[in-house]
C-alpha cells in the first residue's frame, strides 16, 4: 500500500462488501425479476430463441454479451436453486435466489475495483501517478466512485449490474491514457457496447479520440497510419462479429434491434429523469394553472400525462409537444462542442472532458432517459473533479442532484435511512475530501456559480424531509406526483447548472 493513501481501495472494497451483505434482506425492484428470468431463459432456450421469448413481461432487452453474462451465472445458480431457472416461475424469489443474486452484483463489481486500481505499473494506472499530490487526488476519486451512493442504490438494493460495467468503462479510460495501449482501450470499449448498449451516447468522444491520436498522425491530419485505421477496424469488426454474428446469421438482426430500441416508449421515462424535459414538464405543469388568466390553450386529455408515472407517450397540456427527432438533434448539437476541442486538442484530459459532456448532453436532452443513467455524467467527471477548484465547483450540484434523483427508486419507509444516510455522510466525506484536495485553478472563479452551489446543496435537506416524510403525513395518497415533480425538477436545476459551469470550464481551461 502506498504511504499517505489510507483506507486502501482493498480496505474498503472489504468494508463495502460485507455493508452490501447485510442489504440482502433489502427491498428489490422488479429489475430483480427481470435478471432472474433472463438467467431462466439463457439456461433453458437455446441461443436462437434468446431474443423471442416472452412468456414473462420483462423480455430480454440487453445486447448478446450481457446475454451470455448471464448464461454465465445461470451455470452457477443450477447448483444453488433449480427453480430460479424455470421460465414459468414468475416472480420466484427464494431466499437462495436473493442471496445467489445479491452476491453475483458484489462479486462481478470487482472489476470496477481491478479499474481503478490497473495493476501494471508501466501504464500509469489510475491511482498510480507520479506525484504524492496528484496519486492523493486519483485516490480520493477512486474511493468516491467505488463508494458511490448511486451503485449501492442502484445496484445493491434496487438491483441492476451496473458496476462491472462501469468497471470496463473506467478500464477503458484508464488505458486511453497511453498510446501503446489505445487499440486495447477501443475494444474494450467496443465490448461494452455489446453488453449495454447505453454507453452509446458516450460512443462519438471514443470516435473521435481514438481518430485524432491512434489513427491520424501526431503532426498532420492529413497523414493516415493506415495500419492503425486496419487495427482498429478489424478489431472492432470481431468484436461485433463476436456479439452479433450469429443474430446476423440467423437473420434475427430486426428482432434483436427492435428489443434493444423500443421507440414506442414515451419523451419523459416514469420516475422522471432530472433532465430539461423534467423541467419542461414542471413549467408545463405550472402553466396548466396559470394558463385560463393568460388565455393559453389547455389540452385536458393530456392532463393525466406525466403526472400518472407510467412509461408510454407523454403528452403537454400547455406547451408543445417533443418529437423523438427534436430530443436526438440537440443532443448531437451539443455534444458536438466537446467534440470540436478534443478533435483539435486530443490530450487525454480532454478527452475525459468530452466524454463528460457527451454523457451531459444526452442525459439532458435525450427521449426517454432513465435516472439511473446519471452515472455517465458522475463517473467520468469524477476523474476530472479534482483537476481544480473551477472544476470541483461544477462537480458538487451534479454529485447532490444526481444522487438525490434515484431516492424515488426507494420509496420503501425501511430504505429511507439507508438512502439518505449514506448519501449525506458521502457527500459530506468526499465532498470535504475534494474541497482540501482541489488545487487552486490559474483562472478566476466564477463567484456566483460557487454561491449557487452553497444554497443548491442546503436546499436538499427540506427538500428530502419532505418527500419522503411531510408530504405523506400532511396530505396522505393524495398528489402522489408532487414528490416525485420537485424531486425531479430540483434535481433537473442542478445537473443543468453543474453543465452550464462544466461547459465553462472546458472550455476556457
Same mark, same amino acid.
Given at each position: 500500500m502506498d504511504k499517505g493513501l489510507y483506507p486502501s481501495l482493498l480496505q474498503c472494497t472489504i468494508v463495502a462488501a460485507a455493508f452490501k451483505v447485510l442489504l440482502f434482506p433489502a427491498y428489490k425492484s422488479t429489475d430483480f425479476e427481470v435478471h432472474r428470468n433472463w438467467l431462466a431463459i439463457t439456461y433453458s432456450l437455446p441461443v436462437k430463441e434468446w431474443y423471442y421469448e416472452n412468456t414473462s413481461e420483462w423480455t430480454l432487452d440487453y445486447p448478446p454479451f450481457f446475454a451470455y453474462f448471464e448464461w454465465l451465472l445461470s451455470q452457477v445458480a443450477q447448483f444453488v436453486d433449480p427453480a430460479l431457472l424455470e421460465i414459468n416461475n414468475l416472480g420466484y424469489d427464494s431466499w437462495q435466489t436473493v442471496y445467489f443474486q445479491r452476491s453475483s452484483v458484489i462479486v462481478s463489481e470487482l472489476v470496477l475495483v481491478y479499474a481503478l486500481h490497473f495493476p501494471d505499473e508501466s501504464l500509469k494506472r489510475y491511482v498510480k501517478t507520479s506525484p504524492l499530490r496528484t496519486k492523493r487526488q486519483a485516490h480520493v476519486a477512486a474511493l468516491s466512485i467505488l463508494l458511490s451512493p448511486g451503485l449501492l442504490i442502484i445496484d445493491h438494493i434496487h438491483f441492476q449490474y451496473n458496476g462491472f460495467l462501469y468497471g470496463i468503462l473506467v478500464l477503458s *479510460?484508464? *488505458?486511453?491514457?497511453?498510446e501503446s495501449t489505445l487499440l486495447l482501450s477501443g475494444i474494450l470499449f467496443a465490448a461494452l457496447l455489446c453488453f449495454k448498449h447505453i454507453y452509446l451516447y458516450l460512443a462519438p468522444a471514443y470516435f473521435v479520440f481514438l481518430l485524432r491520436v491512434y489513427c491520424l498522425g501526431p503532426k498532420s491530419i492529413f497523414h493516415v497510419r493506415v495500419g492503425n485505421v486496419l487495427k482498429l477496424g478489424l478489431s472492432?469488426? !470481431?468484436?461485433?462479429?463476436?456479439a452479433f454474428g450469429?443474430?446476423?446469421y440467423w437473420g434475427q438482426m430486426g428482432q434483436l434491434l427492435s428489443r434493444l430500441f423500443p421507440f414506442s416508449r414515451g419523451l419523459c421515462h416514469a420516475y422522471w429523469a432530472p433532465n430539461v424535459w423534467a423541467? =419542461?414538464?414542471?413549467?408545463?405543469? /405550472? +402553466?396548466?394553472? /396559470?394558463?385560463p388568466k393568460l388565455g393559453l390553450l389547455v389540452k385536458h386529455e393530456a392532463l393525466n400525462s406525466v403526472t400518472r408515472g407510467l412509461v408510454g407517450d407523454t403528452s403537454f397540456a400547455v406547451l408543445p409537444d417533443i418529437a423523438p427527432k427534436t430530443t436526438f438533434l440537440l443532443t448531437v448539437l451539443f455534444q458536438s462542442f466537446g467534440l470540436v476541442k478534443l478533435f483539435f486538442r486530443p490530450r487525454w484530459d480532454t478527452f475525459i472532458g468530452a466524454i463528460t459532456l457527451c !454523457? =451531459?448532453?444526452s442525459f439532458l436532452f435525450g427521449w426517454h432517459v432513465h435516472e439511473k443513467a446519471i452515472l455517465l455524467v458522475i463517473i467520468p467527471f469524477s476523474l476530472l473533479a479534482l483537476k481544480d477548484r473551477r472544476y470541483l465547483g461544477a462537480f458538487r450540484? +451534479? @454529485? /447532490?442532484? !444526481?444522487? /438525490?434523483s434515484l431516492f424515488p427508486l426507494l420509496f420503501t419507509p425501511s430504505e429511507f435511512p439507508i438512502k439518505t444516510g449514506y448519501t449525506v455522510f458521502w457527500l459530506v466525506a468526499f +465532498?470535504?475530501?475534494?474541497?482540501? +484536495?482541489?488545487? @487552486?485553478?490559474?483562472?478566476p472563479r466564477v463567484f456566483l456559480f460557487d454561491r449557487f452551489s452553497l444554497l443548491y446543496i442546503a436546499i436538499s435537506i427540506p427538500l428530502i424531509l419532505y418527500c419522503s416524510l411531510v408530504h405523506q403525513l400532511v396530505f396522505g395518497a393524495k398528489y402522489e406526483f408532487l414528490p416525485l415533480m420537485f424531486t425531479s425538477a430540483y434535481s433537473a436545476l442542478g445537473v443543468l447548472a453543474s453543465w452550464l459551469g462544466f461547459f465553462v470550464v472546458y472550455f476556457t481551461s
Open positions: *479510460l484508464v *488505458l486511453a491514457r497511453k472492432v469488426v !470481431g468484436v461485433f462479429a463476436a450469429p443474430f446476423i423541467i =419542461y414538464s414542471f413549467a408545463d405543469r /405550472v +402553466l396548466i394553472f /396559470v394558463a !454523457g =451531459y448532453a450540484p +451534479l @454529485a /447532490v442532484a !444526481g444522487h /438525490v +465532498l470535504i475530501a475534494f474541497n482540501r +484536495l482541489a488545487p @487552486a485553478s490559474p483562472r
